[in-house]
């Protein structure tokens, strides 16, 4: 790492100016947990966010275009901009910590020393993972370790360095990406040989360890009872699971 770059950076991306509860608590244990990162929000150019700044005098603000916040599709464009990672040059690492994540200790530093350009909660796309019970987590476990993983990108470490000359690669090669944003930087990355070499991705079953998304009792369970770093889309995975787990009344 140069002299000249801190760590790691927390980004949160923020869409409006109004936050569902869950949200608020989400960016509560956020700033409780990692606030002594600096920890930059992610909006577009035409929000206001100046109540924000005004809980958390703390946070720093990132604009960019209002058209990369129009939805998924737009969002996905942002995130596989060269622009977007040259933003963040000042850093190693940024922690992309989307508002439906939940962080439960500061492990970051830890993180980054393990050399990896990308971390994200392991998943399937496929239904039938969504919600393995914990009675059959070798199942989850072996397609875990026979398919194709995505590392999530809501939470998710990642290397600029890494990701910068990735992306230069990547489209001075390929078609402009129109997928998912995560799949680029993981399914990608095994699936084009020419492009493995240049994102080092962890396994699976450490992967795990850093957060938990689809499946989370499963998880739990394949982690020996541990809770991850943090983990992603709570609300929608088994929330049952994590009413143990998350105050949602705090």
Not at 10 to 34: F, G, H, N, W
């Amino acid at each position: 790492m140069a002299d000249n770059k801190s760590l790691v950076a927390v980004v949160i991306p923020v869409y409006q100016s109004v936050m569902t509860d869950a949200e608020r608590m989400s960016l509560k244990q956020c700033m409780t947990v990692l606030g002594k990162y600096p920890v930059i929000v992610v909006k577009p150019a035409g929000l206001d966010l100046s109540a924000l700044q005004q809980q958390y005098p703390a946070l720093a603000f990132r604009s960019f275009d209002d058209s990369f916040f129009t939805g998924v599709a737009a969002y996905n464009r942002l995130m596989v901009s060269i622009d977007f990672y040259k933003t963040f040059t000042a850093y190693e690492y940024i922690l992309v910590y989307q508002l439906d994540a939940f962080v439960f200790r500061d492990e970051l530093t830890q993180w980054c020393a393990k050399g990896y350009d990308y971390i994200g909660a392991p998943s399937l796309h496929q239904h039938e993972f969504d919600a393995v019970p914990a009675e059959s987590a070798g199942i989850f476990a072996n397609a875990l370790s026979t398919r194709r993983v995505v590392l999530n990108g809501g939470l998710s470490l990642r290397r600029i360095p890494a990701f910068i000359r990735y992306l230069k690669i990547y489209n001075t090669f390929y078609p402009a990406w129109k997928g998912n944003e995560d799949m680029l930087f993981c399914q990608e990355a095994t699936r084009l040989k020419p492009m493995k070499m240049f994102m080092k991705l962890p396994p699976w079953e450490e992967a795990l360890r850093f957060a938990f998304e689809k499946s989370p009792a499963a998880s739990y369970k394949l982690t020996g009872h541990h809770l991850p770093f943090a983990c992603h889309a709570w609300e929608r995975y088994e929330p049952a699971f994590w009413s143990s787990f998350i105050p949602v009344n705090q």
